[in-house]
């Protein structure tokens, strides 16, 4: 194991001055038996660097936002050039409307945006929106979806809920928590069962359209269109979670692979290039009814912020390049290939769930469909993997229930040494 003797003095600190020692639960590595992580003190393409010298290959990205990899040396420079020119108004800068601009060019179902400062923010309004415009209380979500951590959404949620297994929602008052329906992902006909046990009360059904907060869980051929179709014949919002997918499996997010177009569209993560920005928009008679438009509030001090959005702006720019798409999807795909041939020459049970750069590989038989089948992944092999890919310089989510991030700066090599580090730690078992 590396030495982590910086880590564990700031980490102990840590401890004493913040709740679990992060700012984040997903920050900590409880899941995986191993305290401290390592404190992070640099990135450069695919790897990052401790305070104590280690390196790592990093398969997290920030969980998301950097899909050119650390220190993209586009983005440092145009956050350098506008920082130096002020570092935010509270006021309107022409970045906003170049941003603004862009994602309603790009993402099918935008016609108007409104730019946040994270995923939970952008969720957070798209919800309020939709019960406001439909002037009904109800929601339907699904189990092992995550956005974000206001009150409505922490109902059977993934990402740090599921992988802390806190149980219930404590601190979200029982009348609010009564309001959301959380739904098995993949599964139409307790959507429709829901919708006739409550006719005219749900205002919106919100959806990853490809769920990447329990590990990454593809929608079956049908789901997302049935949605669809359903909400549309219903009158009720159909809102994409796009804050992971949107920009990540395909220019303009998944609705532009699936061609299946909802009325809302959440935003965030690659759309801020690592700094704070989130979004949401969707069909123009519902955005026009957000203040100062329309009667529905929702504000920011750092909404639009010109050096987060600079950093956005110049991620999105690269990666409209050609070809972008098809190198990460290569990336992705050589990956999960070599992690699945590599587990069934071992003849151990591993199902890689995949879309792009995306992927998850759950130590289960499989298939993986819904919240349900990932639980049944083995959580004890899980861990005994991520400390051997750790100990050769992987740096892993330390979660089975959350997706691995694949950027354009990894290398073949540095897929090839993450492939080699799983054959190994799987050979000594
Ligand atoms: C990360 C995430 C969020 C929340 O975004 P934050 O910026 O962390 O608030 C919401 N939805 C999905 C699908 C996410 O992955």
Known sequence: MANLVESQRLFQTALSLMPGGVNSPVRGWGAVGLTPPPLLVRGAGARVYDVDGNSYLDFIGSWGPLILGHAAPE????????????????????????????????????????????????????????????????????????????????????????????????????????????????????????????????????????????????????????????????DIILIFDEVITGFRVAWGGAQALYGVTPDLTCLGKIIGGGLPVGAYGGRRDLMSQMAPAGPIYQAGTLSGNPVAVAAGLATLKALQKPGTYEQLEEKGAWLAQELARAAARQHLDLTVNRLGSLLTPFFTRGPVHDL???????????????????????????????????????????????????????SKR
């Open 75 to 234: 983005v440092v420079a145009a956050v350098q050039e506008t920082a130096a020119r002020g570092l935010g108004f509270g006021a309107s800068t022409p970045g906003e409307v170049d941003l603004a601009k862009l994602l309603v060019e790009a993402v099918p179902s935008l016609e108007m945006v409104r730019l946040v400062t994270s995923g939970t923010e952008a969720c957070m309004s798209a919800l309020r929106l939709a019960r406001g415009a439909s002037g009904r209380p109800r929601l339907i979500k699904f189990d092992g979806c995550y956005h974000g951590h206001a009150d409505s959404f922490l109902v059977s949620a993934g990402s740090g809920v599921l992988t802390q297994g806190i149980p219930g929602s404590p601190g979200v008052p029982r009348e609010i928590a009564a309001l959301t329906l959380s739904l098995p992902y993949n599964d139409l006909k307790a959507v429709k069962e829901a919708v006739r046990r409550h006719p005219g009360e749900i205002a919106a059904v919100i959806v990853e359209p490809v769920a990447g907060n329990m590990g990454v869980v593809l929608p079956q051929p049908g789901f997302l269109e049935g949605l669809r179709q359903l909400c549309h014949q219903e």
């Open 372 to 426: 349900e089948d990932a639980r049944r992944a083995d959580l004890q092999k899980f861990r005994q993997f991520f400390q051997g890919m750790l100990a050769a310089g992987i740096y892993l989510p330390p979660s089975q229930f959350e997706a691995w991030f694949i950027s354009l700066a990894h290398e073949p090599q540095d897929l090839e040494a993450a492939a080699a580090a799983a054959r190994q730690v799987w």
